[in-house]
């Protein structure tokens, strides 16, 4: 669906967009499962190019083995791939899982760093995948950018930009500061379950009010 360039929305707008999402669902929660900071890290690595429903039915079995980086390292890249074999990309996850679980035991006491550099360089974690731990397991108010998100603040215009890091800044400078912590959740699952890729359901969308893309998705005949 063609949209016209847009400019950002103004801040009366952004503070009514993220007090709708704070009113609908005020203690927002990401999808993958987990039972600690080293889990979370690790279903996260896996849920590239993945659905969390499948990282979920694959970790279930896999954390029940390894709820710790010495665990994870016991079992070995081939116990790791065996487990995960469901997932996408499963081979080179299965290393990636089993080199940072050995860096988090030679390099960081088998702890996972609070901290945005000292996660990047672990094997398999990027930008988002820190951002999301840095979120979810230290409560940071970061900002982590998915498919889902990037296409939600580029429709709204909430942030709109060519590159994730783009997005990511340009949210960092508008959402207010209440509503930071919470604020990639409520974005990647509004886009995950209404402001879809294919057709955006604008007719159940709480923040129709305020988003610039047009011309909204009428509803289903009969709906």
Known sequence: MAQKKVKSLPKADVEAIFGAFAASNPE???????????????AVVLSAQATDAGVNKATKTLFQLADTPEKMVGLGAAGIEERIKKIGLFRNKAK???????????????????????LESLPGVGRKTANVVLNIAFRQPTIAVDTHLFRVANRTALAPGKTPLEVETGLLKVV?????????????????????????????????PWCRFEPKTPPPKGA
């Open 28 to 42: 927002p929660r990401g999808e993958l499962d987990y039972v600690n900071p080293f889990t979370l890290l690790v």
């Open 96 to 118: 990636n899982v089993f080199a940072l679980s050995q860096q988090l035991v030679e390099r960081f006491g088998s702890e996972v760093p609070a901290d945005r550099e000292a």
């Open 176 to 208: 207010p500061d209440q509503y930071l912590l919470h604020a990639h959740h409520w974005l990647i699952l509004h886009g995950r379950y209404i402001c879809k890729a294919r057709k955006p359901e604008c007719w159940r969308c709480i923040i129709a």
